[in-house]
């Protein structure tokens, strides 16, 4: 039974969203797996800046970061 709650991860996804978009652009915020535990995704468009700290966990809860580039429909 994984540690990390759904609803814990909700929560630091709500953070995430807030925190992420102080940095640039972000595409989109989920909830994921990481060796069997939630974790939350967060989607930039594009790198974040060298030297800029990237949260690793929020509030206990593992962030992945993948740089999605821009969305655009078709």
Known sequence: MPQIS???AR????????QFEKLG?????GITRVR???????N?????DP???VPTDID????RVEITGTIRAR
């Open 6 to 8: 759904l609803v814990r």
């Open 11 to 18: 929560a630091a996804k709500r953070t995430a969203l807030r």
């Open 25 to 29: 652009e972000v595409t989109g915020v």
């Open 36 to 42: 069997g535990e939630y974790a939350v995704k967060v």
């Open 44 to 48: 930039p468009s594009e790198a974040i």
């Open 51 to 53: 030297g800029v700290e």
């Open 60 to 63: 206990g809860v593992a962030v």
